[in-house]
């Protein structure tokens, strides 16, 4: 009864669409769910998100769970999980991810989440890591630990904005350390990012990684410029 009236006083809105949610629904209106664009994981390569990283390292995989396009309900998404707070929602999107992932019979198991490592002076400021939200999520779906620790942001990097990938991987290729190669030599790491547009990050953090001992690298972000 009382949670009934807290709805009537403070209603739920769908993080994606901002409509009032029904009893039975939570973070995401049921609509939305069945229609938020999904290309699928696992894609045949190559394919638009592959290339977006061949040819610039070896790696396993590239994966997106959901399509980004501007001013629509996946950006939506992505805002309030990056700058509103809402971890939660991060951690139930990678929730879902993790389990669409579970069904795939995956080329090489992945052995470590990575999520990207933001700088201690932006963690500060926000209070948390989107990307770290996400990859619990994942983790608790497909029981892969996440790599806590020994790969740190050591450089508050610049805007990217308008910048096109040969000139973000420049400002990147040297804000990642990995301060203990131990915890990853000989694993395949699964790099998790919230939004992918150029791939810029994940490239600069997965070359690190390979470098200092890596079996192999997939790339996995929430949502994806197409």
Not at 26 to 44: H, I, V, Y
Not at 116 to 144: D, K
Request: charged share 20%; glycine share 8%.
């Amino acid at each position: 009864m009382f949670k009934r009236i807290l709805q009537l006083l403070y209603p739920e809105v769908c993080f994606a669409c901002s409509k009032t949610l029904l009893e039975s629904e939570d973070l995401l209106c049921t609509r939305c769910r069945l229609e938020l664009p999904r290309p699928g994981l696992f894609l045949p390569k190559p394919n638009w998100l592959s290339l977006k990283f061949d040819g610039w390292m070896e790696y396993q995989d590239a994966h997106c769970f959901f399509l980004f396009s501007e001013g629509g309900r996946v950006q939506h998404l992505m805002h309030q999980i990056k700058y509103k707070g809402a971890q939660d929602l991060g951690r139930f999107l990678g929730i879902w991810c993790g389990a669409e992932l579970n069904k795939y019979n995956w080329p090489q198991p992945y052995e470590l989440i990575l999520p990207i490592p933001m700088h201690q002076q932006r963690t500060l400021e926000r209070g948390y890591n989107q990307a770290h939200c996400i990859a619990e999520g994942i983790s608790l779906s497909t029981h892969i630990p996440i790599l806590m620790g020994g790969v740190e942001r050591i450089k508050n990097s610049q805007t990217l904005i308008h910048q096109n990938r040969q000139e973000r991987f420049h400002v990147l290729e040297d804000v990642f350390q990995v301060a203990d190669p131990s915890i990853i030599q000989g694993k395949h790491v699964l790099i998790v990012d919230d939004t992918l547009t150029t791939g810029a990050t994940m490239l600069a953090l997965g070359q690190k990684i390979k470098t200092a001992g890596a079996r192999q690298v997939s790339f996995l972000a929430l949502a994806a410029l197409q």
